[in-house]
């Protein structure tokens, strides 16, 4: 049984080796891209399409104020920012509209659809009317806990200069915005293991999704989907908009630009609820992508061949095994998480990743244990394809 169990593990670390291989060898690409996009953006004139910019907004989340005001200050000559809430005095509208007041020069509506939404993803009717309310044809979709930079909305226009191109998504590093070791090792799983799993999936079918922290659509491409309410009945909304727009024959692209993905879960139980309901999220919308990624750890597999090795006897086998889920692991944090997504945080990325690696597989096996999720103080059932439906209390 015990060799059994060290097959299994070397096994395992060779298929997590060979994803740690496929990710390294998209990273060329993307650095390509991100010289060309760099280059492009240096260039005169530039290509500046007017943009709206939809952020739907739940309550007076930590940091808020701050996420917002780099919104407003963006190197960006014509754009407009639409806020919507479920009710007019959601506190989350009252710190957008205090952060707009000192910026009057950028457009803004504030609006709330009121009552109970028609659909089991309540943020579709924001997402609804905000759309209908847009004065430019270009949506630029981020979420609230979301940080950019100045040159955030010209990297996203970038691509809107080719005809083809329905959509965009952009990659995101995590940051633990109130520190704590919860906040950082999810922080660290979403600059490392998201992305590596982004560049993985576009290296093997395409483009055929987008990230929600920031998405960006052609209001043609939005209405030919049959609209945001497409997403109603689903928890993934911006995997199904990506999908949707793939499936139209839209081209969606993978943005050159990085954007800080904010972690507010401080405490054990909210970072543990957050990451299984994604797993969950990923499970119900590619069960036999989901279900593969199980080889993609190593850590879980390192620890197996150490355990079974020692009680074999061959210590230095398991010693070498251990070592090699590390070093597996810590070229795919420095490729991805510093070269990637530039992501400074070397504690993070060398001490904490492994042990987001193992979390990260517990999480996986988590995600079978039950097809229920918490979201926004509700619990819904997953159903099959990602649709979602209301549980009772």
């Known amino acids: ?22 990710v390294l060898a998209a990273l060329p690409r993307f650095f390509r891209e991100r010289r060309e996009a760099f280059a492009a953006m240096d260039r005169e004139p ?20 701050s996420y917002l005001t780099t919104f407003f200050e963006q190197a960006y000559p014509v754009y407009e920012i639409l806020f919507c809430t479920r009710s007019a005095d959601d506190p989350g509208l009252a710190i957008a509209r205090r952060v ?20 089991i993803n309540a943020k579709v009717a924001s997402m609804e009317l905000m759309e209908a309310r847009a004065r430019h044809d270009i949506f630029v979709i981020s979420d609230s806990d979301v940080r950019v930079t100045p ?19 952009c990659l995101y590093r995590g940051v633990a915005a109130e520190g704590g070791l919860w906040a950082r090792l999810e922080a660290v799983g979403m600059s490392v293991e998201m992305s590596a799993g982004v560049l993985v999936a576009r290296s093997m079918e395409g483009m055929q999704f987008t990230l929600g922290p920031t998405m960006a659509f052609r209001r043609r491409t939005i209405r030919k989907m049959g609209g945001f ?4 009945d689903y928890c993934a909304d911006d995997f199904v908009l990506g999908n949707e727009a793939h499936k139209l024959g839209e081209t969606v692209v993978l943005s050159h630009h990085t954007i800080d993905h904010m972690v507010i879960n401080a405490s054990f139980w909210q970072s543990m609820l957050h ?28 620890l197996l061949g150490f355990g079974a090795a020692l009680a074999l006897h061959h210590n230095a086998i398991g010693m070498g095994l251990l070592a090699w889920a590390v070093i597996s692991r810590w070229l795919l944090s420095i490729g991805v998480g510093n070269w990637v997504v530039r992501d ?24 079978y244990g039950s097809s229920q999720i918490h979201w926004r103080g509700r619990r819904f059932q997953l159903l099959p394809g990602g649709k979602m439906g209301a549980v009772k209390d």
Not at 276 to 282: E, G, N, Y
């Open 100 to 119: 707009a007041a000192r910026y009057p020069e950028i457009p803004v509506q504030f609006l709330s659809t009121g009552g109970e939404p028609d659909y």
């Open 1 to 22: 049984m015990l060799y059994v169990l060290l097959a299994l593990a070397v096994f395992g670390l060779i298929t997590s080796t060979v994803f740690t291989g496929m």
């Open 46 to 65: 530039r290509y500046t399409p007017p943009l709206s910019l939809l952020k739907p907004l739940h309550g007076a989340e930590p940091g808020l104020e």
């Open 151 to 169: 040159d955030y909305l010209q990297s996203i226009a970038l691509p809107f200069v080719e005809p083809r191109i329905g959509g965009l998504t």
């Open 344 to 367: 400074s945080n070397w504690f993070g990325l060398l001490v904490l990743y492994p042990i987001r690696d193992l979390m990260g597989f517990l999480f996986w096996a988590a995600s």
């Open 229 to 232: 309410k497409v997403t109603a």
């Open 275 to 302: 990451q299984v309901r994604w797993m969950k999220s990923t499970r119900f919308s590619r069960p036999k992508g989901h279900f593969g990624t199980a080889l993609t750890f190593s850590m879980p597999f390192g």
